[in-house]
């Protein structure tokens, strides 16, 4: 992060500034020094309070990963399609058409996100195949 450079303080602002009695309250107070153990002890902290997150932290890194998302992208689109109730009378042809359309505009969207993530994830092939 870049230092933000402060404005140069006129002459009586600086006046003002040393002549704070906060400066006469600081010379008063005793100076404390850190203990031999200070720097282990913090680090120690930070790494054990990244521990206790760690487990959510891997959860959201699974969730929101490419690897994750497609897989389960494919389960829900399958289930979707699966356990569709039909009715005895049968439903319109126009109505199951434009249902799956929808859902393969779902589908070709989060894959192309997907990839545009994790290029790796599709060839070249597979993303021409989804552009066109």
Known sequence: MKKQESAP????????LENDPV???????PSQEAGPFF????????????????????FGQLV???KFALP???IATGATVLFIPTSD?????????AEETTLQAYMEEEMLLA??????????????????
């Open 9 to 16: 303080l006129s002459i009586e602002e600086e006046a003002l």
């Open 23 to 29: 400066w006469d309250l600081l010379d008063q107070s």
């Open 39 to 58: 720097s282990r002890n913090v680090l120690r902290e930070i790494r054990l309070s990244e521990e206790k997150t760690s487990v959510w932290a891997r």
């Open 64 to 66: 929101r990963s490419p």
């Open 72 to 74: 389960a992208l494919a």
């Open 89 to 97: 009378e049968g439903e319109s042809v126009a109505n199951v058409t």
């Open 115 to 132: 990839a545009a993530d994790d290029p790796d994830l599709l060839s070249d092939e597979d993303l021409i195949a989804l552009l066109f």
